[in-house]
């Protein structure tokens, strides 16, 4: 019997954890460790500053993810994984009964470091998914306007629309950009 290979390298996240709730394949957990095995090693490594501490908690974590990802719903799996990674970390430590108190100033300041780049990396991500839900040509004219820093004229002239029609793209992508991350709580008014 010819049993055909599922190739998990191609699945997007969110279709691994509908894959591994359907048929609790292990691969698919096996797949999630390739993906971020050693993104959950660094931020381990980051919090504990100990290999071997840092190493049990990347394997006590990747051997409970089939149970997390079962009872939780995830809707961004990399954003929701530091977060476990985190909170496992913390945990440790406060079974070793490592107290706030006790950690010197520099490895608070790195953490908050360490949590602000991650935050703006959810940020840019949820942004990213944000300007691709826009309406074509609104998507395309913001990428080209605010990414690629294009003047209205060149984004013009890439999209072949006139000059009204390129601004108002902009301007309505804007106002649609900021519906959408006020959803997320990441566009906060002043």
């Known amino acids: 019997m010819n049993i055909t290979r599922i190739k998990y390298k191609d699945y997007s996240d969110a279709k691994l954890l509908v894959s591994y709730r359907a048929n609790l394949d292990k691969k698919i957990i096996g797949e999630l460790y390739k993906r971020y095995g050693h993104l959950v090693m660094g931020t381990c490594l980051n919090y504990l500053k100990n290999k071997n501490d840092a190493e049990d908690i990347v394997m006590e974590i990747f ?53 602000e780049k991650e935050l703006k990396e959810i940020q840019l991500n949820q942004l990213e998914i944000a300007i691709n839900d826009l309406d074509p040509p609104q998507d395309e004219a913001i990428k080209l306007f605010y990414i690629q820093q294009m003047s209205y004229k060149e984004v013009s002239e890439k999209l072949n629309l006139t000059l009204n029609k390129v601004k108002s793209a902009i301007q309505n992508g804007k106002r649609n950009l900021k519906i959408k991350l006020k959803e997320h709580d990441l566009f906060k008014s002043a």
């Open 63 to 115: 051997m409970g993810l089939g149970d997390k990802i079962i009872k939780h719903e995830i809707k961004y799996f990399k954003s929701w994984l530091f977060i476990l990674s985190k909170n496992s970390c913390l945990m440790l430590l406060r079974k070793k009964k490592i107290k706030a108190s006790e950690l010197n100033e520099e490895i608070v300041a790195h953490e908050e470091e360490l949590e």
